[in-house]
């Protein structure tokens, strides 16, 4: 799969850098420097802890935006682009709710690779989401970084719900037709809900024969790890490695390189 080929190990683990709440946000300190200084904070103890990659994500820009300000693309850009000088693992972006914006943002700064909700429609707490698969596609194309940006693709959206449910196995299987999806994301039903592990185990078997990898994407923790990655080929976490694992707290280093050492255990069993 390209994720050995991308992170250099099986069953990589992504970091999520929640950002602090940016310009336009109602949660915004009034200061890009102290914005700034807490992610190249978070990112120093997501690496020294031994993470195989980073996903810088706007997870503070509450409440979300159908379509994000140009204000908080920008700051995630200018924060991107001053932490780079510390990045030593791939990296890849995430503007909440907003695709085109996530591979826009991921072209400008480089991104490895971006995760969103590239396809599907659905409602919940923000009202009605719908997706547009083809044109996130084509903007890839148009913007030259088709083949050096992946794409996760989120099967099913935490907080929200499809406004047709279906079985998740032929979502994948539609997600997947094209070959346009680099890779899958399998939710819990909140941001920091582990997903269902018949879910999980069901898209990863669809997608198996396809080589396209599935990420637990929500809800991983040090409980539960190694049981998540029996059923998946790779975990975007970001709650569990922070002080105490609390939201919204900072990255503590000991719980990453904790977490990690189970992981490095799973591997070897492999």
Not at 85 to 102: E, M, Q, S
Request: aromatic content about 8%; some cysteine; charged content about 20%.
């Amino acid at each position: 799969m390209w994720t050995k080929e991308m992170f250099g190990v099986q069953k990589p683990i992504i970091a999520l850098l929640h950002l602090d709440a940016l310009p336009g946000d109602p949660g915004f300190c009034g200061s890009m420097e102290t914005v700034l200084s807490h992610a190249r904070q978070d990112l120093t103890a997501l690496q020294d802890g031994g993470v195989d990659g980073i996903l810088f994500a706007n997870e503070f820009s509450l409440p979300y935006q159908p379509v994000a300000d140009i204000a908080v693309i920008s700051a995630m850009a200018y924060i991107v682009g001053n932490c780079k000088d510390l990045l030593r693992v791939p990296f890849g972006v995430n503007v909440v709710k907003n695709p085109i914006a996530t591979i826009d943002l991921g072209a400008a700064v480089g991104a490895s690779f971006g995760r969103s909700c590239f396809s599907g429609a659905y409602m919940g707490e923000y009202g009605i989401y719908e997706s547009n698969m083809g044109q996130a596609i084509r903007r890839r194309k148009e913007l030259g970084i088709d083949k050096t940006m992946k794409l996760l693709f989120k099967v099913n959206p935490e907080a929200d719900s499809y406004l047709v449910q279906r079985d998740i196995r032929v979502v994948a299987k539609s997600i997947m037709f094209g070959n346009f999806a680099d890779g899958l994301c399998v939710s819990g039903p909140a941001a920091g809900a582990e997903p269902d592990d018949m879910n999980l185990k069901l898209v990863h078997e669809v997608a198996k024969p396809r080589k396209v990898p599935v990420f637990c994407n929500t809800g991983c923790n040090h409980a539960n790890v190694r049981e998540k990655l029996q059923n998946c080929d790779g975990v975007c976490m970001g709650t569990a490695f922070k002080k105490d694992g609390v939201f919204n707290g900072r990255v503590d280093v000991e719980r990453v390189l904790s977490f990690m050492e189970i992981v490095k255990q799973v591997r070897e069993e492999l």
